[in-house]
């Protein structure tokens, strides 16, 4: 009995995604619960598996394509009812190649009739299709996916390419057809004779030169939330800056101790952190949005943390991190990063947050302003603890600084809140003791 392989249900407020990659080709045996299909949403990628053993019979939609949920992906069958019956010189696989009577050439050689070099895989159907469809040579077309498999956006830029430099060859042939070979070689023209322009003959790049990449739907997605977010938000932001020494002598003490203890290092951002949830609580408008004509107060502290992961930015949330100890807070941040960097974090782990912190220092940033993540209303950026003279007790001495970012919705929050958030945060964190009493 054949099984449809369909798109489930992808979380809130998603309604389609962009085939990735399949992990497995037509004719391939597949196991019940293994994973047959990569899908691409605005926020997190999706494996789709196999409800059932048997065979992939087909592949009903191709890599790029966009699928919405419930669409049919592709159909799995019984193993036994795709085995043909032995030939003559040989057993037939699911996939209608000869197990024998073969040769190594043969054996080498993807559906279409092309090489391919060993451990790579062949060309997607798609690419092939293509290939064939414009007498492409896939064995000139070079992979940009993993283990150099040829992809239809690699079939593409190989014939955009191909095009652009017969254009120019074509351009350069008539230029010199149309010219008596006489003026070819005669001496350069007077100085005050006017120069022909070439600005109009098309140019050819060299190959290497550029590369075209496709957006990837996240990445797509980030770009339209953010420029939604300058749009629809009026955006400020305020600066302002702490003095690490407390925070830095605390860790200094207590490193060793609380990683013995938690088996985890203690960082900066718990400090942060419960700082941001202690302000927060002073001045609860930085914990909301706005909801039409509304606007709704959080009165629970859902902290995002941005992680610059490799498909672009996403926001984990940490939950209730105002009732967290230092010690959960840097097990949880560490477990959501760890997710975001391999790409596996569940759509609950990304939804929801009242307000978000996000950490340029670690890229050596000195200073920025950060952008909302809207719905939210307002976002802290923290940089990088640089080495500088400041005044202290009428002396200039050399201490740990920080730069702090605060950037808001003028639209409720004013700008009084948010000068005095700031400086609360910046109170809370120069003072570890008064953090862990009210923070």
Do not use: C
């Not at 949880?332 to 974090?345: C, G, Y």
């Amino acid at each position: 009995m054949s099984v449809e392989v369909r798109v489930p249900t992808l979380g809130e407020s998603i309604v389609d995604a962009v085939i990735a990659r399949w992990l497995k080709h037509e004719g391939d045996t597949v196991n019940q619960g293994e994973a047959l299909v990569e899908l691409e949403t605005d926020k997190v990628n999706v494996e789709v598996t196999a409800d059932q053993s048997g065979v992939l019979q087909k592949i009903a939609r191709r890599e790029g394509e966009t699928v919405a949920v419930d669409e049919v992906l592709g159909v799995i069958g019984e193993l036994s009812s795709t085995v043909s019956a032995p030939a003559e010189n040989g057993q037939r696989t699911p996939t209608g190649q000869l197990q024998a009577g073969l040769t190594a050439s043969e054996k080498q050689k993807t559906p279409s009739g092309q090489l391919i070099s060993d451990g790579q895989r062949p060309p997607s159907p798609l690419a092939r299709r293509i290939a064939t469809e414009y007498n492409v040579d896939l064995s000139q077309v070079k992979g940009s996916s993993p283990h150099g498999r040829v992809t239809k956006d690699d079939v593409i830029g190989f014939m955009e390419q191909r095009i652009q430099t017969t254009t120019s060859a074509q351009s350069v042939t008539q230029s010199t057809e149309m010219t008596p070979s006489s003026q070819i070689i005669s001496k350069a023209p007077p100085a005050d004779e006017k120069m022909v322009s070439t600005t109009n003959v098309p140019q050819a790049v060299s190959p290497g030169r550029e590369e075209r990449v496709r957006l990837s739907r996240r990445r797509q997605t980030i770009a339209q939330r953010l420029v939604e977010a300058q749009h629809s938000a009026a955006m400020l932001t305020t600066f302002n800056e702490i003095d690490m020494s407390a925070v830095i002598e605390l860790r200094s003490r207590r490193k060793d101790a609380f990683k013995e203890r938690h088996n985890i290092s203690l960082g900066f951002m718990s400090f942060f952190t419960k700082a941001t949830a202690g302000a927060l609580r002073a001045f609860p408008r930085l914990n909301a949005e706005i909801q039409g004509n509304e606007m709704v107060l959080k009165h629970y502290y859902d902290i995002g943390i941005a992680v610059g992961a490799e498909e672009g930015l996403v926001v984990p949330v940490l939950r209730d991190a105002d009732r967290k100890s230092f010690a959960e807070i840097e097990q949880e941040i560490a477990t959501l990063a760890k997710k975001a960097r391999e790409n596996s974090l569940a759509l609950t782990e990304i939804q929801g947050g009242t307000f978000t912190i996000t950490n340029g220092g670690v890229f050596g940033s000195l200073l920025s302003t950060p952008i909302l993540n809207s719905p939210q209303v307002g976002i802290l950026g923290m940089h990088k603890i640089e080495q500088r003279p400041v005044a202290a007790n009428g002396q200039v001495v050399i201490r740990p600084m920080m730069y702090v970012a605060l950037s808001y919705d003028h639209r409720i929050v004013d700008g009084r809140e948010a000068v005095q958030f700031l400086v609360r945060i910046k109170e809370l964190v120069e003072d570890p003791e008064t953090l862990l009493l009210e923070g």
